[in-house]
């Protein structure tokens, strides 16, 4: 009797004390890239579990118990977060201010990241596809270890390029009309103010787009989707560049309906990994919106990334074991400065116009107008009166005198080793001085720097209409017209002291202009080529979606029709009559259908098949065979006309997905055909015995993709998880294509090779298989460590199409050469596969917060056991503050 | 957090590659000092000046030899590279008005006329470097970096680079005219003027390299002084880019280097340019 009644008064009085011995504490917890309020978050407290709210201005408040205690802090799909409080007063308010919260622990690291390769930089090459391109793909653990451990390796994604990786901002299709592929220096290093994208995962088609084969993404810079705030970012590396600041400012949306966002920034770097190999990049963004009703907004959008860098040579390993691997032969002392001769420069801003019209949340209309102008250049050195000045040059090099037909000269190998290693980068005095030379006979300069531009201008429009005929049915309709004109040219950028060039070739003094043959060209001027490139392309796109519970079936369509023209503004003296004015006008119409299902059994597993047929016109770059001198179009000589890709694409996935687990696995299959491939080079042994410049047609090239992707994460312990992924894939040529090359110094119009064996080759594309371990440790007290294994193999060298010809063994009058030997060939024709090996990645984290800045450190380190690749690079790591 | 902005900007700007590059302002200047160290070499009697004559002594007919004592040579270059009819070599005469002996340097390095230009004056220090004939028997004893199998080796472009040090002057090459009849092998290596010859009259307009030959072709040139008619070779490379020009008729005046023909069968005239071909009033009635 009496133990009861205490009880209760026992009770009455702890619950009497409880309401008074209590404190609020009051935060605004914020998406870490975006500044979004979180409008629920769980809260664990030391005696329960609650869900709390936020205000319209995204507060939340929560009573708490006084003492000194962590609390954790749980938001869907955010890392869970601890807080240590200490509640001394009843009743005091604590106001925590904004919080960030962040999702996987790339996005820290996807804050400052530099990993941008010399590939992805140098918009000429096939770029492999990194970080920045991956970026907010945060679901997909297989997508996120290509972004930031795979791409390190030149790891290609399905063993596809990057045309087939579609990239729109605002809508409007940032793939090159001339080469189908995005230039990621278009709008590098504005990562953080670009993080609001749609993506769709490997063939799948966009909204609004139909999209690619290797995933496509739909950037959106509004500033309505921003809350507001401010962030600088510095990172620094000793990867591609060393400095990088980014300063953006967001103003979320007034009352007055504008809002906008600025972003600027800086990417510097004396010196990548390779000697003489500087950065200097700008980026610059600016969005504005209006909202001028909930139905009805505008956003207009600038966007200016200017690059300047020096090139890193690529060398063989002659010339590494004489000079180690961070050596480039493309610079020289001057003046105490490398100078490096091969500088790429891209200035390409863009402007754009959208509105966004809503009249009902069933039905939306997008119309962007876009226009970007600008130039592109890459400086070299010309040495129309003087010697190759380039160090490596074949003729320079120990191996050139080791190789003579009257057998090895040791002397002569020997004093080119010791020049080499002596000197062995460019001489740009001796170069000013022979133009002094030259200047004081009045006579043309012997050597100059150019720079080979190409000055595009294009407008692009696009206009989408989404409407939902029923709760589960989504319909999209897509109208786009592009259109652009590049203007193509060399001009000398710099005489090195020397006098105006001579416009014609300086051996066989054949005249660049024959209408004006006389001409010099000096700074600015147009030198040895002059030509328009106009490209347009009209294409309207469908997808009709169907969403289930159970179930979500896609259907996509496109059609396209697709011109080309070249434009001469000079008269080739080796083509007079083939290289002045209007070429052929060539067009082809363009289809492709998708179609997909995804199907959830049993709650957790899910099935997703997607089927895609694509017939795709050639780009513009390999629709002409040699631009610079002809308006010839691929295939007019060997009377195969040009064919238009035929791709078809089939995957099939089983995933998984529970809160502590995520697993992918994915079957695939790729197969293109019928793609035409120009490239240029010089080539020696060429019919015979003659050595040419000479622009390589392959044109019937098949390529077979088949392949699993394996992605899966588990959640060990809440702080613990760990990854594992692997990519299989066979990638090879599934046919015999046919060649044939053109030359200036060829006899005839062109050579025929005939068919290239190149059938069951594998294709160079990285390395076929991938495979990563990684461990990651979260602590809920702001620092997190990862740990990363990678293992590389399958790489294969890339092998030139004409050697796999009749070429290889024919002499110049079509019979075979006496001292051929079979079992020699066959072994100097085995394909070359690069060895396996391994690379071992570190990350840690930790961020502070002080008052209202939060101040994160960020550290990787890539191969760390120092592997040396022949295809990579060596050691790096990045260092990041953030500062929001 | 302004301030540190402020500052890592300014960090920023200057780490990178200036956009434009002014002409050096010392050109030459590691070649001066070389020059320089020479000519006091020279005062000090660490070096001795010798004649080319002098020099051509040191080779014994048989084998290329490396010179022994420390000795320089000087002059003024006369040949040109230019057009491909002389290849790795140029040839200097002792003066540039008043030449009285030539010599031949091997060096090797192509577009030699971008730094040794015609009337360049230089001076050469041969200390270990070798006289001798490129293919034995050639008749023009010439200096270059080696030997092999008793025949004269070039020098390498590192040896020309140390040794063949240019000053800065460049003279005018004078005129001097010599007769047919008086040419003789002590002309080899100097830059002379042969006027009012002709060609053969049965080779007018047929290019100065005939298709048949693979290397050289020799023109006979024919001057004719007091009822004495007296021929000459005029000797042009195939790899000239005047080979194909034609042979003019009508009496010429014609400058070039006295030479001899790969096997030292005859003397040549080699030509710098086609353009050192002029009209001239006529010696032979033909």
């Not at chain 1, 193509?488 to 090195?496: E, G, H, K």
């Not at chain 2, 030459?28 to 000090?44: P, Q, R, V």
Request: charge should be negative.
């Amino acid at each position: 009797m009496n133990t009861t009644r205490r009880a209760t008064f026992l009770y009455l009085l702890f619950a009497q004390l409880g309401f008074t011995q209590t404190a609020t504490i009051q935060f605004y917890p914020i998406e870490a890239e975006s500044f979004r309020s979180i409008q629920s978050l769980q809260v664990q407290l030391p005696d329960k579990i609650i869900t709390t709210h936020a205000t319209q201005s995204g507060r939340h408040t929560i009573v708490v118990p006084l003492g000194t205690y962590d609390i954790g802090l749980q938001a869907k799909t955010r890392r869970r977060l601890n807080l240590s409080l200490v509640m001394q007063q009843a009743g005091e308010v604590k106001d925590l201010g904004q919080i960030l919260f962040f999702g996987q622990v790339e996005d820290e690291m996807s804050f400052g990241v530099i990993s941008l390769t010399e590939e992805e930089l140098d918009s000429d090459s096939d770029e492999s596809l990194s970080a920045s391109t991956y970026l907010n793909t945060v679901s997909d653990v297989f997508y996120r270890t290509v972004a930031f451990h795979f791409s390190a390796a030149f790891f290609k994604p399905r063993g596809l390029d990057s045309s087939h990786r579609k990239v729109l901002i605002n809508d409007i299709e940032m793939n090159k009309l001339n080469t189908g592929r995005p230039v990621w220096s278009n709008w590098g290093g504005l990562n953080d103010v670009m993080r609001n994208q749609i993506f769709a995962q490997g063939s799948q088609a966009l909204l609004s787009h139909f999209g690619g084969l290797i995933g496509s993404t739909n950037i959106n810079t509004s500033a309505t989707q921003f809350g507001k705030g401010s962030r600088v970012t510095y990172s620094h590396s000793n990867r591609s560049y060393q400095h990088r600041l980014l300063v953006s400012y967001r103003s979320g949306v007034a009352d007055n309906g504008w809002g906008y966002v600025a972003a600027f920034g800086l990417r510097r770097g004396l010196s990548g990994a390779q000697e003489g190999t500087f950065y200097d990049a700008t980026s610059a963004l600016l969005s504005v919106d209006k909202v001028i009703s909930p139905q009805h907004q505008l956003n207009f959008t600038a966007i200016y990334t200017p690059v300047r860098r020096g090139k890193g040579s690529s060398y063989t390993k002659e010339v590494a074991e004489i000079k180690g691997n961070t050596y480039n032969s493309y610079w020289g002392w001057q003046n105490n400065i490398r100078r490096n001769a091969r500088v790429a420069r891209i200035a390409e801003p863009q402007l754009m116009l959208s509105h966004h019209w809503q009249p009902k949340p069933t039905l939306v209309w997008r119309t962007t107008i876009a226009y970007q102008f600008g130039e592109t250049g890459n400086s070299r050195l010309d040495y129309p009166g003087g010697t190759n000045p380039d160090p490596t040059y074949y003729q320079k090099l120990l191996s050139y005198f080791l190789s003579t037909s009257s057998g090895p000269d040791y002397e002569k190998a020997f004093q080119a080793k010791s020049f080499f290693d002596q000197n062995g980068q460019i001489d740009w005095e001796a170069m000013y001085q022979a133009n002094q030379t030259k200047t004081a006979l009045g006579k043309a300069a012997a050597y100059a720097l150019y720079e080979d531009r190409e000055d595009q201008s294009s407008w692009a429009i696009s206009s989408t209409l989404e409407t939902q005929p029923n709760p589960n049915q989504q319909l999209h309709l897509s109208l786009r017209y592009r259109k652009m004109q590049s203007e193509n040219f060399a001009t000398p950028i710099d005489l090195l002291g020397g006098l105006p060039l001579q416009n014609a070739d300086p051996y066989d003094h054949y005249a660049y202009d024959l209408d004006n043959p006389t001409t010099h060209s000096g700074l600015g001027d147009p030198y040895r080529y002059h030509y328009l490139f106009d490209a347009n392309r009209v294409g309207l796109h469908t997808k009709f979606e169907v969403n289930t519970a159970r179930w979500q079936a896609t259907v996509a369509s496109q059609m396209t029709h697709t011109a080309y023209q070249r434009y001469g503004l000079f008269r080739n003296g080796g083509y007079p009559n083939a290289s002045k004015g209007r070429s052929k006008k060539i067009s082809f119409f363009g289809i492709g259908i998708k179609a997909g299902a995804k199907i959830n059994l049993m709650g957790r597993h899910w099935i997703d098949g997607n089927l895609a047929y694509i017939k795709r016109p050639p780009t513009l770059q390999n629709s002409f065979s040699n631009p610079r001198e002809n308006n010839h179009i691929v295939g007019e000589f060997s009377n195969s006309p040009l064919k238009r890709e035929a791709i078809v694409s089939a995957e099939m996935s089983y995933l998984f997905r529970s809160p502590a687990t995520d697993i992918r696995l994915t079957v695939y299959g790729v197969q293109e055909r019928d793609i035409t491939d120009v490239s240029y080079f010089f080539a020696d042994g060429i019919g015979g015995d003659t050595a040419a410049f000479i622009q390589e047609v392959v044109y019937g090239l098949a390529k077979d993709h088949i392949g699993l992707e394996w992605g899966m994460q588990i959640e060990l312990l809440p702080e613990l998880t760990l990854n594992s992924v692997a990519a299989l894939g066979y990638h090879a040529h599934a046919k015999n294509p046919f060649t044939y090359a053109t030359s200036q110094d060829f006899e005839e119009e062109f050579i025929d090779f005939g068919e290239s064996k190149l059938k069951n080759t594998r294709l160079a594309v990285g390395p076929h298989n991938a495979f990563a371990l990684g461990i990651g440790y979260q602590d809920p007290n702001f620092w997190r460590l990862g740990i990363t294994y990678s293992y590389y193999t399958h790489s294969y060298l890339s092998i030139s199409p004409i050697i796999r010809t009749q070429n290889f063994i024919l002499d110049d009058d079509g019979l075979p050469f006496i001292d051929y030997n079979p079992e020699k060939a066959k072994d100097l024709l085995t394909p070359k596969r690069f060895d396996d090996y391994g690379l071992l990645n570190l990350t840690a984290s930790k961020s502070w917060k002080i008052n209202q800045m939060y101040i994160g450190w960020f550290m990787g380190i890539n191969n760390i056991l120092g592997q040396h690749i022949f295809l990579g690079d060596t050691n790096n790591h990045v260092v990041q503050i953030i500062a929001a | 957090m302004k301030q540190l902005f402020f500052i890592g900007f300014l960090f920023m700007i200057s780490c990178t590659q200036k956009r434009d590059f002014d002409i050096p302002k010392n050109l030459g200047n590691e070649e001066n000092e070389m020059l320089n160290d020479l000519l006091e070499k020279l005062d000090s009697g660490e070096l001795t000046k010798v004649s080319f004559v002098q020099v051509r002594q040191l080779y014994n007919g048989r084998e290329a030899t490396q010179i022994d004592g420390k000795l320089v040579i000087s002059g003024v270059v006369v040949s040109s590279d230019e057009s491909g009819n002389f290849y790795k070599e140029i040839y200097i005469q002792d003066h540039p008005t008043n030449p009285t002996e030539g010599i031949k340097v091997m060096i090797d390095r192509r577009e030699l006329h971008n730094k040794y230009n015609i009337g360049r004056e230089v001076y050469l220090n041969i200390s270990g470097l070798f006289v001798g004939e490129a293919n034995r028997g050639d008749g023009v004893i010439a200096i270059g970096g080696g030997e092999d199998n008793d025949e004269l080796v070039v020098m390498s472009e590192q040896q020309s680079i140390e040794r063949v040090l240019r000053t800065k002057n460049t003279f005018e090459i004078g005129e001097k005219t010599i007769t047919l009849t008086e040419l003789m092998e002590t002309h080899i290596g100097l830059f002379v003027t042969l006027k009012s010859v002709h060609f053969l009259s049965e080779e007018h307009g047929q290019p100065l390299v005939a298709a048949k030959d693979w290397y050289d072709t020799q023109r006979e040139i024919t001057q004719c002084i007091e009822n004495t008619k007296t021929s000459f070779l005029l000797e042009t490379s195939r790899f000239a880019d005047f080979s194909d020009m034609p042979i003019p008729n009508g009496a010429i005046r014609v400058r070039g280097i006295i030479t001899k023909t790969y096997n030292g069968s005859d003397l040549v005239l080699a030509l710098n340019a086609y353009e050192d071909i002029t009209p001239d009033d006529p010696s032979c009635s033909e």
